[in-house]
T-cell receptor
Framework: QKEVEQNSGPLSVPEGAIASLNCTYS??????FFWYRQYSGKSPELIMF????GDKEDGRFTAQLNKASQYVSLLIRDSQPSDSATYLC????????????FGGGTRVLVKP | DGGITQSPKYLFRKEGQNVTLSCEQN?????MYWYRQDPGQGLRLIYY???????QKGDIAEGYSVSREKKESFPLTVTSAQKNPTAFYLC????????????FGAGTRLSVL
């Protein structure tokens, strides 16, 4: 079982719709959760981070964390073609010296 | 402008050659990291450093070496012992290893001639 799992996609979303991305993790000791966006050929860009159960909103992005079920999700509202990218979920575990463990990423395609 | 600078953008390695990738940051961050990304995959940690003159191996350290002589700099050497070095190499830094909010440089793409 991978430590951090994401559906590789592609997730195809019409322009203006909501994109919903999911990420599950195996270690219940995980403390911090991050979402990065990576355009093709570019480096990852931090979108959001969340530490506590519940929702955290920033503009068109909402991160949702459920530690009991060991998943974190990212919602992108009013999706735009410029949101087409790979979204990487990352998790830190205190037991592993707070190292960041990445999932394989979900590719999102927003169609006009 | 504050940020993380990686150089070169592209690098080619010959058989048996060691090559060094540069990573410099002017964010005054304590912690620095090196990751490797293979096509279609997530990032894997090579080495990390939380303070000057100290560093630890990550998950795939074999065939790589690092140094941290200055807070601003964390160069990565890909040695000839790394038999499959072709990948996208990413350097990151975080102000606080505890919170570990990491920001990335633009990356170096390494290929073998």
């Amino acid at each position: 079982q991978k430590e951090v799992e994401q559906n590789s996609g592609p997730l195809s979303v019409p322009e203006g719709a909501i994109a919903s991305l999911n990420c599950t993790y195996s270690d219940r000791g995980s403390q911090s959760f991050f979402w990065y966006r990576q355009y093709s050929g570019k480096s990852p860009e931090l979108i959001m981070f969340i530490y506590s159960n519940g929702d955290k909103e920033d503009g068109r992005f909402t991160a949702q964390l459920n530690k009991a079920s060991q998943y974190v999700s990212l919602l992108i509202r009013d999706s735009q073609p410029s949101d087409s990218a790979t979204y990487l979920c990352a998790v830190t575990r205190r037991a592993a010296g707070n190292k960041l463990t990445f999932g394989g990423g979900t590719r999102v395609l927003v169609k006009p | 402008d504050g940020g993380i600078t990686q150089s070169p953008k592209y690098l080619f390695r010959k058989e048996g050659q060691n090559v060094t990738l540069s990573c410099e940051q002017n964010l005054n961050h304590d912690a620095m990291y090196w990751y490797r990304q293979d096509p279609g995959q997530g990032l894997r940690l090579i080495y990390y450093s939380q303070i000057v003159n100290d560093f630890q191996k990550g998950d795939i350290a074999e065939g790589y070496s690092v140094s941290r002589e200055k807070k601003e700099s964390f160069p990565l050497t890909v040695t000839s012992a790394q038999k499959n070095p072709t990948a996208f190499y990413l350097c990151a830094s975080s102000i606080d290893p505890e919170q570990n909010i990491q920001y990335f440089g633009a990356g170096t793409r390494l290929s073998v001639l």
